[in-house]
């Protein structure tokens, strides 16, 4: 629309409009009546054709030129009620916006108090109850399904929230702050670093680290390297740092996938996880909510 | 010389008129308007038998509930409407129009309350043009409080095939409706009273589009209103005991009394015009006086363009029913009714839609590839449904969740998440396409399939 922004479209568009109306009044007052030409009846339209069809005319009723003059005057009221005359706004200073943030309002008037009644209460009775988990799982249908899929288990980058495995841990106020302000999960690419025989021993020892199959030699030779280049977020005993999001090695659960070739990939090239923050989208009733249901999902298993 | 192309309207006051077309009239007025006004006070399975609720998208009609999904159905419904207008329309002319029209129905229940409390057409010319007075007032009062006492109850009548009309005449009765009830119960009253009580005509002459297309729907074997004037002309005013041969003259005794009697105010005499709504007022006003001059009846008659050519006699129009036109129009008439009636028959309440999560598939810790579906299971039916779902199209293909089982309430919508896990060596695409079938525990017609895709990861 940058092309429009000057004020002569402005006029352009209400001059149009202004002089069609102007048009439209004159064009139907001067066509309420006929000037017969001589001999001329004023019953019929035309004489006569094909041997003795005769059209008759009909005059409209009244009322019906009435009509138009009131669609007229109600376009006149609506271009001075309602924007329509170029960047004019009209009286009642109505604009789809203003519309839009008015019946936010009242949505938000009408349906905030059912989700601020769980505001108070704690994260843990939240979770208990039947009604608020409903709700939760609507919100969470709507805004988190799409990454960690409609039950909860996530997918290959997007963590299983139903399992008792947390990336930055599992207490409630936990889930509640990575709702709110989100996470950003950084893994370095360490492949330069390690080298492409490294980053093979690396792999292996991480592999049995798990318990999974793997190359003992291998696997050997990489624990050093594990300490220098790993052990820093993911501790020595590879156990990792919810602080920091950094996994847990040590279990079958992985983000990415436990395939040598995925481990690879991931110590080569690194990850970049990330949680988008809700807070600012949903407000802090809705969160409270989803990190309820969340921290519920993995309590009854 | 000017010519003004718009007039003022002429107010039309049709004479009252009986005889057996005016009897079907009524008939017809009665039937439609017992049926109109009858149907919402019927009870149902403990509802309203007939109930349009928009808020709730469900459309209760005896004892089918229909779902927006089925306005397929409706489609039909106007199609055979279309359809049966054409065929009555082609035999017969505009019997809708003279007969069943609710511009007519109305008009002809206001012209009632007219005649009764003012008179017929000369009282109520003669009440038009003397000055205000107490009388005056009080029969205008009086018609217009009955019409519009009619109108409101026509207002209130149509609002209640919309909300459950014993709970709409409560709040009626208490003043307490709801101001989308207020607004629709007042907006279709007064749509009455102006169209029966003053449009009247105009809108058949005006507005209505049928009017226009008349021309196109009729042939030349179609039974239509019309003045023979073959055995009328030439007309004229004589005395019962005139030989009217002798003298010269037709049968028309040009009384005009076909004139008085019509309601869009046209002289049949000249022809057929699209005006006429084919009420068959003027061959009952005829047959009248026809019958009062010992002459016999049919002057004015329903017969076809070919009868009065000459080209056939009234006893073999009969036989000119059966044409071409007529016979195509039932067939389709009767092939769509067959249609929507096996429809109607074998229609399953139950649907469903698949919604694969947008989510990679994922790998279980089994080693299988899994899909996650959203199922959304709508019961269209008025009572509870235990559904189970199953899943086909590849082999090995399973559902991961133990209990696949569904408990959707009546008229409800459920959301089912399903597992779906198949071995990824059965895999050999990207995408595979997948059916849910889902199937009602306690009756087996109540089966639904779903079709979706399967992604490799």
């Known amino acids: 629309m940058s092309d429009f922004v000057s004020s002569f479209w402005s006029l352009y568009i209400a001059g149009i409009t202004v002089i069609s109306i102007v048009w439209v009044t004159w064009f139907l007052k001067t066509q309420t009546t006929r000037r017969l030409a001589a001999n001329e009846k004023a ?152 080298g492409e025989q490294g980053t093979k021993q690396v792999a292996s020892y991480v592999l049995s680290l798990s ?75 809705k969160v409270h909510l989803l990190a309820a249901y969340v921290y519920g999902l993995s309590q009854g298993k | 010389m000017e010519q003004a192309l718009y007039a003022v309207k002429q107010k039309i006051y049709p004479r009252a008129v009986s005889g057996w077309f005016a009897s079907w009239r009524v008939a017809l007025v009665l039937f439609t308007q017992l049926l109109y006004y009858g149907l919402p006070w019927l009870s149902w399975d403990g509802r309203q038998a007939i109930l349009l609720d928009l808020a709730q998208r469900k459309f209760y009609i005896l004892g089918l509930v229909f779902w927006p999904q089925d306005f397929i159905y409706l489609t039909g419904l106007l199609v055979i409407a279309a359809f049966s207008l054409f065929l ?13 029209c609710p511009q007519t129905v109305y008009t002809e229940l206001f012209l009632w309350i007219e005649r009764n409390i003012e008179g017929d057409r000369l009282k109520q010319m003669k009440l038009d043009r003397q000055a205000w007075n107490i009388e005056k ?28 009309i014993k709970e709409l005449a409560i709040s009626f009765a208490h003043w307490t409706l709801g101001p989308w009830e207020t607004f ?156 929507l009636g096996m429809a109607l028959i074998s229609r399953v309440p139950l649907r469903a839609d698949a919604i694969r999560d947008r989510i990679a598939a994922r790998e279980t810790a089994e080693g299988y590839i899994e899909n996650v579906y959203r199922l959304q299971i709508i019961n269209m039916e008025n009572r509870p449904h235990r559904y189970v779902i199953s899943v086909a199209g590849l082999p090995g293909i399973k559902l991961a969740d133990s209990s696949p089982l569904v408990q959707v309430a009546p008229l409800g919508t459920h959301d089912a998440v399903v597992h779906v896990q198949i071995d990824p060596g059965e895999l050999s695409t990207r995408s595979s396409p997948v059916q849910f079938k889902i199937r009602s525990l306690d009756n087996p017609d109540l089966t639904t399939t779903v079709r979706s895709t399967f992604l490799n990861r």
Request: hydrophobic share 40%; proline share 4%.
């Open chain 1, 43 to 194: 019953e019929l339209i035309e004489k006569a054709w094909d041997g003795d069809l005769q059209e008759l005319n009909n005059p409209l009723p009244r009322w019906w030129l009435w009509l138009f003059y009131l669609t007229i005057v109600f376009g006149v009221v609506y271009l001075a009620l309602y924007p329509g005359l170029g960047s004019y706004k009209g009286v009642l200073d109505w604009s789809a916006t203003g519309q839009w943030q008015q019946e936010q309002s009242k949505a938000n008037a009408q349906y905030g108090p059912v989700f601020d009644k769980y505001l108070k209460q704690d994260l843990k009775v939240v979770a208990a109850d039947p009604q608020a988990r409903e709700m939760g799982q609507r919100l969470f249908l709507t805004y988190c399904s799409q990454c960690h899929g409609s039950d909860a288990a996530g997918a290959r980058g997007f963590p299983n929230l139903t399992d008792h495995d947390w990336l930055y841990g599992g207490d409630p106020e936990t889930i509640q702050a990575s709702i709110a302000n989100g996470r950003a999960g950084v893994m370095p690419a360490l492949g330069a670093a390690l």
């Open chain 2, 88 to 100: 009555f329309t082609a035999i017969a002319g505009r019997l809708w129009c003279g007969f069943a």
């Open chain 2, 184 to 339: 629709w119960i007042f907006f279709y009253g007064c749509a009455t009273y102006g169209n029966a009580g003053f449009m009247r005509e105009q809108v058949c002459k005006y507005m209505c589009p049928y009017a226009r297309f008349q021309s196109v729907m009729f042939d030349s074997d179609t039974l239509t209103v019309t003045y023979d004037s073959s055995r009328g002309e030439p007309r004229g005013p004589r005395s019962k005991s005139t030989d009217r041969h002798a003298a010269g003259l037709g049968d028309c005794v040009d009384c005009s009394i076909c004139v008085q009697v019509c309601p869009t105010d046209i002289d049949i005499r000249n022809g057929l015009q699209y005006e006429c709504i084919g009420c068959a007022a003027c061959i009952d006003g005829c047959a009248q006086v026809m019958a009062k001059m010992g002459y016999p009846r049919g002057l004015i008659r329903y017969t076809t363009e070919n009868v009065i050519k000459g080209k056939y006699p009234d006893s073999s129009i009969l036989s000119h029913v059966l044409r071409p036109r007529t016979l195509i129009y039932s067939v389709l008439l009767l092939a769509i009714v067959a249609t």
């Open chain 1, 211 to 285: 318990g999974s199959k793997h190359d003992a030699t291998l696997a050997a030779a990489g624990r050093d390297k594990f300490a220098t280049y790993c052990a820093a977020c993911h501790q020595a005993d590879g156990k990792g740092t919810q602080a920091m999001g950094a996994p847990n090695l040590t279990d079958k659960v992985w983000l990415y996938g436990g395939s040598e070739a995925t481990i690879i990939e991931t110590i080569t090239k690194g990850r970049n996880g990330h949680m988008p923050a809700q807070l600012d989208k949903l407000g802090n009733a």
């Open chain 2, 137 to 164: 007032i009080a029969r205008k009062t009086a018609k217009h409080t009955a019409w519009l006492a009619l109108a409101l109850w026509t207002g209130f009548t149509f609002v209640g095939y919309f909300t459950p």
